[in-house]
């Protein structure tokens, strides 16, 4: 029973990945790749999607499963940093932001809709008990194509949002103008050697991942769990298994929405259209890469799939094109393949006892 | 009369993974006979027509001792297919009929009556058509021996149970080779006046010349149509008796038996407080185990036993007072009204419940003991958590804490209370489920198959503590079992539950007679 469980706790594509890793890593040393400079962008890339993969845990602990809908969340964030872009030019002359309290603006326009967006889509996730995962995907989806009419047609008369020609807002917004970019990144940074550690950036992901650790061991947080872990057992206990689940839906939307906000500021732009359409596969590998499964995940698991998924990402590029050099995606090919590669392995495992 | 028994099974014998469940049964019917089975759950009824039907079951486990005669000669079983070539049909429990298909076509099902057409002829038989109009009349053939007026042309979709059984009855019977019949609890899903006909129809079937072998727990069924009747019991073979020889009541007491294991508990003296929980007129919409109606009171500090047969809905009572399933009807705890079909408000009316689904409701397998024992409470009534405004957290210390105190109290063997549940044996596992159910300090506490699934020394033990509780903190128990034997060791007073009302409430040492008859379905004299 015990050695068993053990296996399960390393089991074999995890070993794979880590040991893949590590592989990249030595190669890295060897081939005399600026090793500083990946491990900067290596921290940037984590505190980037730091936000986005802890996204993922709120919808596994309730039990509606890796949330491939966060594209619901990173949408709501989208537009609450559009308005506050927005409110910020409209107040032009009347109120000057600061770019740190712009960047708060931002998160709190967003989390209104966050909010009711996570109620409805929770409410819908309650109807299709059992298929969550696979409606998700296609809730995802279908909201980023609604949005790219959306991204035409919303008032927003900003000139720094808008086509110099015709109407609607750009694909990517610029975020230097206000100050925005890099916001986090830069607080507090400080270098060790070469090595930039974007300290801001890494404190909010702490933050965020501390607020989630002290909400799962909160009454409300416990009864989430609970009706994830055996629906059957938490109704016997008097907990209504989905208001947990609407529960952990509008956390992890809420969560997706702060995330792209982080996410976006690192970037130094608003990625619109097209741009979130896969993110939600990176966060999802990264989680179950971490040693999640869709029933089960913890803080941990978060931290461990960052590290690995998007370590593996910022190294892969430059070892691969070391290698091929003339074969540039190479690097972009592999994250693809492990991407993909690790949900479909974690989709396999969902039924096993 | 010189003629061969048709079946014959000689010192059959078989054990799973090491529990004998049938021991050396013997059982011989003539053509034409109607043989009734009776037993308890348990008794090995199932068992023994598995082996009859050379189920997988039955081979993947190692399969069975003893030897099976078919018309003098001797057969082995090996599935159920061969035991249908060899003349053997089965009416099951549960029906196996396609509802978008007619009653003829089910009827002929995988057994369709072909005749060649164009294509079949050059591309051979797998596509001839079907003969429609031969498969009705077979059809119309063998309805017409049961007597029913079933249009064989109707969708099953649309039909009430009664006639899918008689479908499924008709569907044996239009088997050429059909030799030995058996009906494995057939008036089960019946009306009254559905299951007379069905018994006359065994009785023109046998008449045929067709041997009966009938299983039910409804013993005045079983004197009405059977010629021998054989009476099992834990496994074994207690008896085979003509009809003309016994009576419900005999078969009533041979079928309960007193079991050695568990002592009866001596009559208490006959105090009884004051009821602590009045339930009139309760339905519980629980599949398999309906409720119908139940009126019961429960006393303050007795042990309420709840038994009957499997599927009669005594274990749908408890689930329903608890808001599991869909309930109606009234339930008063302390003379207070509950709201049913809300678990919250039944948990904080003083209820706590274990369930008979310990790994599925009872538990969180994957969670820590101190979990599992704390959730409970602290779900119900915000025991072990702290709070400070909206904010809360839950408390880690005393959770410990009341976790080790049972773990020492109820000798839970665990490596500490942090170990997963799902590594714990059976009975550990429902000390788990007693010390959180007594974490929520219940008024009245729920018990249901307290020792399903768990070994025989963990029984007692679980037992034990339960009877300790109703002694030493006065606790009221309401206990639901299948074994009797178990409810007679610790209740004060047991209510049999039949056909999900209350057929009759005994006292522990009451005659063996009266609980055979009371779960059979039949009436006791006052005076017994």
Redesign the interface.
Same mark, same amino acid.
């Given at each position: 029973?015990?050695v068993k469980s053990a296996f399960k706790d390393m089991d074999i594509a995890r070993l794979i990945i880590a040991a893949f890793f590590v592989f990249l890593c030595i190669a890295a040393v060897a081939l005399r790749l600026n090793i500083s400079e990946l491990i900067s962008s290596s921290l940037t890339r984590m505190g980037m999607w730091g936000v986005l993969v802890l996204a993922m845990l709120p919808a596994i602990v309730s039990g509606t499963g890796p949330n491939f809908g966060v594209s619901l969340g990173i949408v709501c964030g989208l537009l609450g940093g559009l308005t506050a872009l927005e409110l910020a030019y409209r107040m032009e002359g009347v109120v000057a932001f600061p770019p740190g309290a712009l960047f708060l603006v931002a998160i709190l326009f967003s989390l209104p809709f966050a909010l009711l967006v996570g109620i409805g889509y929770g409410w819908l996730l309650n109807r299709v008990k059992g298929s969550e995962m696979m409606i998700a995907t296609y809730v995802g989806f279908s909201i980023v194509s609604i949005m790219k009419l959306a991204w035409v047609f919303l008032p927003f008369k900003n000139p720094e949002m808008a086509w110099p020609i015709g109407r609607g807002v750009r694909v990517q917004i610029a975020l230097a103008n206000r100050g925005l970019a890099q916001i986090l990144n830069n607080f507090l940074a400080f270098r060790i050697g070469d090595v930039v550690v974007p300290t801001g950036l890494l404190l909010a992901v702490a933050l965020a991942a501390f607020l989630m650790w002290?909400f799962l061991?909160?009454?409300?947080g416990?009864?989430m769990a609970?009706a994830g872990?055996?629906p059957?057992?938490?109704?016997?206990?008097?907990?209504?298994v989905d208001h947990q689940r609407i529960i952990g839906t509008v956390l992890s939307t809420v969560l997706g929405a702060v995330g792209i906000l982080v996410y976006s500021q690192s970037y130094g732009f608003l990625q619109l259209y097209e741009a979130p359409m896969f993110m939600p596969f990176v966060a999802v590998a990264a989680i179950l890469i971490g040693g999640a499964s869709v029933k089960?995940a913890t803080i941990t698991h978060v931290i461990i799939g960052t590290v690995l998924f998007l370590g593996i990402q910022v190294v892969a590029v430059p070892v691969a094109n070391a290698f091929t050099a003339d074969w540039s995606s190479m690097g972009e090919i592999s994250r693809k393949i492990i991407q993909n590669g690790v949900i479909l392995y974690a989709l396999t495992q969902a039924g096993g006892e | 009369m010189a003629v061969e028994p048709i079946l014959r099974m000689k010192g059959i014998s078989k054990s799973y993974y090491g529990t004998k469940v049938l021991d050396s049964i013997n059982l011989s019917i003539m053509p034409g006979e109607v043989h009734g089975i009776v037993g308890e759950n348990g008794a090995g009824k199932s068992t023994l027509m598995n082996i009859l039907f050379g189920m997988s079951v039955i081979h993947s486990t190692g399969g069975f001792e003893g030897s099976i005669e078919i018309a003098g000669q001797p057969v082995e079983i090996k599935s159920p297919l061969q035991a249908m070539s060899l003349g053997i049909g089965m009416v099951h429990q549960e029906f196996m009929l396609l509802p978008n298909y007619s009653v003829a076509e089910n009827i002929k099902l995988n057994r369709e009556v072909l005749k060649p057409n164009f294509i079949s002829r050059i591309f051979g038989p797998k596509l001839q058509s079907l003969d429609y109009d031969q498969m009705y009349a077979d059809s119309r053939k063998a309805l017409e021996r049961l007597n029913i007026g079933i249009d064989e042309y109707a969708l099953i979709a649309g039909l009430p149970v009664g006639h899918m059984q008689f479908t499924e009855i008709a569907r044996e019977l239009d088997k050429q080779n059909l030799r030995i019949l058996v009906f494995d609890e057939p008036t089960a899903v019946l009306g009254e006046s559905e299951a007379d006909h069905l018994l006359q129809a065994i009785k023109e079937i046998a008449a045929s010349g067709i041997a009966v072998l009938f299983i039910t727990h409804r013993l005045n069924e079983i004197i009405e149509v059977c010629d021998n009747i054989t009476v099992l019991r834990d496994g074994r073979h207690v008896t085979t008796k003509a009809k003309q020889d016994t009576n419900v009541i005999e078969l009533a007491e041979l079928m309960v038996g007193r079991s050695m294991s568990f002592a009866t508990r001596q009559r208490q003296s006959s105090h009884q407080g004051r009821p602590i929980m009045e339930i009139k007129n309760l339905s519980v919409d629980m599949p398999g185990e309906r409720v119908r109606g139940v009126n019961l009171t429960v006393y303050e500090g007795e042990i309420l036993g709840i038994g009957g047969l499997a599927g009669q809905g005594k274990i749908g009572i408890a689930n329903g007072i608890?808001g *599991?399933f869909p309930t109606s009807g009234e339930v008063k705890v302390s003379g207070a009204s509950l709201e049913l079909n809300n678990? +919250?408000a +039944?948990?904080?009316a003083g209820l706590a419940?274990m369930?008979e689904?310990r790994r599925?409701?009872? *538990? *969180? *397998?994957?969670?820590s003991i101190e979990l599992n024992i704390a +959730?409970?409470a602290?779900?119900?009534t915000?025991r072990f958590?702290k709070?400070w405004g909206p904010? +809360?957290?839950?408390d880690q210390a005393a959770i410990r804490e009341n976790a080790e105190k049972y773990i020492a109290d109820l000798d839970i063997r665990c490596t500490g209370p942090k170990q997963h549940v799902r590594?714990l044996s059976g009975g550990n596992q429902q000390k788990v489920c007693i010390a959180r159910a007594l974490t929520m300090n219940p008024k009245i506490l729920l018990v249901s198959e307290p020792t399903r699934g768990i070994d025989v020394g963990a029984k007692q033990l679980v037992l034990a503590t339960l009877r300790r509780l109703n002694a030493e903190l006065g606790m009221t128990i309401v206990v639901t079992s299948s074994e009797l034997a178990e409810l007679r060791s610790i209740c004060t007073r047991i209510a049999i539950i039949t056909d999900g009302r209350v057929a009759g409430i005994l006292r522990p040492d009451d005659s063996d007679v009266n609980f055979g008859l009371l779960m059979a379905g039949q009436p006791i004299d006052k005076g017994a």
């Open positions: 029973m015990r002290l061991r909160s009454q409300t416990m009864a609970t872990s055996n059957r057992f938490a109704e016997a206990s008097g907990i209504v089960k | 608890m *599991l678990p +919250s +039944s948990i904080a419940f369930s689904d599925g409701v009872g *538990l *969180l *397998l994957d969670s +959730s409970g602290m779900f119900g915000g958590v709070t904010f +809360s957290q839950v590594q």
